[in-house]
């Protein structure tokens, strides 16, 4: 799934629990989750082979970061929120560094991370719902 969606995700974890140990596993758990959700993908690696895999990263991060600041401004527990994304974010950044730099020890978390994407290649129309309710569920948590 896109890191956009997983960040809002972290947020609303880090905005409802205060824990940092619950955070982080409920962060990683969620990434999961959602990976198995059926949805679309704009990449179907997470390789920078090509300068437009890297801006459409890029892009996806620097949107989910503008949206995520927006949304955390003036909330207390900024700490807690941000290790809630980034253990969201944790396994597409060990996948990452695993298919860009090839770090063998990073193998078996790269394949269970392909066999949680159950739902892959599905086309635009049939994955964009699955985005679109974590991404407004997240939000309306947060702003509860
Ligand atoms: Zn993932």
Not at 24 to 36: R, T, V
Not at 118 to 135: C, D, E, H, N, R
């Amino acid at each position: 799934m896109f890191i956009t969606p997983h960040m809002f995700v972290g947020v609303a974890i880090g905005v409802k629990v205060s824990n940092p140990w619950i955070v982080f596993f409920l962060g990683l758990f969620s990434h999961y989750l959602l990976d198995f959700l059926p949805h679309w993908d704009y990449l179907t690696e997470i390789k920078i082979d090509k300068k437009e895999h890297f801006l459409k990263i890029f892009l996806d991060f620097i949107i989910g970061t503008i949206i995520v600041l927006f949304l955390i401004w003036d909330l207390p527990n900024k700490i807690i929120i941000l290790i809630a994304i980034s253990s969201t974010l944790l396994p597409d950044c060990l996948e990452f560094i695993y298919n860009n730099f090839k770090v063998k020890k990073l193998k078996f978390l790269s394949n269970f991370h392909h066999k949680i994407h159950y739902w892959k290649y599905l086309s635009f129309s049939q994955g964009i719902p699955a985005i679109l309710i974590v991404s407004i569920a997240a939000i309306l948590i947060i702003l509860s």
